[in-house]
Nanobody, 115 residues
């Protein structure tokens, strides 16, 4: 199993920045890809960014503003969020994909973009 713990959420003004962190522990060797998802009130959870083998994918709405990165030595994944907009307000979840064990999720961290 894999345990994921997010941190770094909070309240930020439009145009500001936040950096989310995800600490992974457990059987990290079974993980194929890591990602960040978000869920706003009344909306479905959506993929924000994903990284696997150095390849990165982003939702169209965050391209050019968000950057996903990883530190495999520390089992950490990060999401740098710049030029934040009110529509980025959501609970952000860290995700780990395993081809054999399925998906693992963190507990989520709230990001609120408001003046």
């Amino acid at each position: 199993q894999v345990q994921l713990v997010e941190s770094g959420g909070g309240l930020v003004q439009p145009g500001g920045s936040l950096r989310l962190s995800c600490a992974a522990s457990g059987s990290y060797f079974i993980v194929y890809a890591m990602g960040w998802y978000r869920q706003a009130p009344g909306k479905q959870r959506e993929l924000v960014a994903r990284i696997t083998g150095g390849s990165r994918n982003y939702a169209e709405s965050v391209k050019g503003r968000f950057t996903i990165s990883e530190d495999n030595a520390k089992n950490m994944v990060y999401l740098q969020m710049n030029s934040l907009k009110p529509e980025d307000t959501a609970v952000y979840y860290c995700n780990a994909e395993s081809p054999t064990e399925g998906d693992y999720w963190g507990q989520g961290t709230q990001v609120t973009v408001s003046s």
